[in-house]
């Protein structure tokens, strides 16, 4: 890695020694004055910084604010969420044969999805903000997460969502956590090109991962993947095998690992591959690898049954990117089909994830595959919702009903 940027001294913009600096030209801003998602200087993505930063002796507790010394507050807008589990997996073992691998499940969050990880420091920061609406773009998941924290802090939450592409298990969860649901007539993208507008025009406070704050909370994952696989196995793994959609955990993460080797905590050479899977229907970040370059090009036509990965726009893709370079990892498309498969082997291990979490094993075996990934490594895969988030995908991998009349012969019979 050649980029720690990070820590030093703070620049008179901190609050509580914590501020905002752009990952583009460098400039600092005050995070907590005024609302601000974007460089003022330059349009570039911001990150938040910190006066100093934690090694793991100084994380006690539990769940996501087990981390506050790495977060901007002591606590936040909680439901208790982290602590996800690290599974084994004996039929992806087999299947990928590697030296061990192991199943981040992020589905085991209260709303289901890793979005909660998020919500609890970003809905935290529009407290103290002040703001009186929050609002989001969403596949499904960030609507869902966004209206539980939304309800549990008192606040109204505005969600747009691209007509007919969101699993209804995710509607109806925004719907009954009391979000106002906008059905957009366009994709994910034009979602979110317009609430980011709504936002400019300080109509709400957008939770969507172009904020920075958001991310925050999504790097937990990283750091209780490190201390999972030092307790299971003894030593951190080689490689973090993701989905990509808006790649914003991609890039909490590679945060995650520089804030870890800026605390002295991690050896640069002791840091993760990030590797990122997309969907083929949707995989304009796996182009830009491919192609070696440091942006995406936009997508506008985007299609695959892993709903949560549906984005032809990855906004964190300037955060994201550098995380894949510099940490050795690369990225890799896989078909629906494979996802499918993928989903099952899954399922047979006992694990229930939605398609879209499954990429992460389906790149694993495509990567084993190609000879990318080496049999010598040892290899989390994250899985970021729970099979029930849609049913329908489940539903269509799963076996038919076998109808029998209502009698043990007759269901003897059937067996």
């Given amino acids: ?16 020694g914590v501020w905002l600096a752009c990952v583009e030209c460098g400039a600092t801003v005050a995070p907590f004055d005024d609302v601000v998602y974007r460089c003022p200087d330059c349009d570039g993505l911001l990150e938040a910084r910190y006066a100093d930063y934690p090694t793991f002796d100084d994380f006690d507790g539990s769940g996501v604010w087990r981390y506050a010394a790495a977060l901007p507050f002591d606590e936040g807008v909680s439901i208790r969420e982290g602590d996800t589990p690290l599974y084994e997996v004996p039929d992806v073992a087999a299947a990928a044969d590697v030296a061990d691998v192991r199943v981040k499940h992020e589905g085991a969050n209260p709303t289901g999805s890793f979005k909660d990880r998020g919500m609890t420091v970003g809905v935290k920061v529009a407290d103290r903000l002040g703001v009186d609406r929050l609002a989001c773009a969403s596949t499904g998941n960030t609507s869902a997460a966004l209206a539980a924290y939304g309800a549990r802090a008192d606040t109204p939450v505005l ?8 699993a209804a298990g995710k509607v109806a969860q925004a719907a009954l956590h009391g979000a106002r649901i906008c059905e957009v007539d366009g994709n994910f993208d034009d979602c979110l090109d317009v609430v980011a507008e709504l936002a400019d025009r300080g109509e709400a406070y957008l939770l969507n991962s172009l904020n920075p704050f958001r991310l925050e909370g999504q790097k937990t994952i990283g750091l209780e993947v490190l201390e999972q696989s030092l307790a299971a196995t003894g030593e951190w793994p080689d490689r973090v095998v993701l989905p990509v959609g808006n790649a914003g955990n991609t890039a909490a993460l590679y945060k995650c690992f520089r804030e870890l080797v800026a605390a002295g905590a991690m050896d640069e050479t002791e840091v993760p591959k990030l590797t990122g899977v997309q969907a083929a229907g949707a995989a304009p970040l796996v182009e830009a690898v491919e192609a070696g370059r440091d942006h995406v090009e936009r997508w506008d036509d985007v299609e695959t049954k892993a709903t949560a990965i549906r984005i032809g726009n990855p906004v964190n893709a300037p955060k994201a990117l550098p995380g894949i370079y510099e940490t050795g990892g690369t990225a890799v498309a896989v078909s629906d089909d494979q996802i499918t498969a993928a989903q099952r082997t899954l399922a047979e291990d006992g694990v229930g994830v939605e398609p879209a979490s499954a990429a992460s094993v389906a790149g694993l075996l495509e990567l084993r595959e190609r000879g990318a990934v080496g049999a010598d490594e040892r290899v989390v895969c994250l899985t970021t919702g729970h099979l029930l988030k849609d049913p329908d995908a489940a539903a269509d991998a799963g076996g038919e009903p076998t109808p029998v009349p209502a009698d043990a012969d007759g269901v003897l019979d059937a067996l």
């Fill in 159 to 166: 969600v747009l969502l691209p007509a007919g592409k969101v």
């Fill in 1 to 16: 890695m050649s980029d720690l940027s990070l820590g030093g001294e703070p620049p008179a913009v901190a609050d509580d």
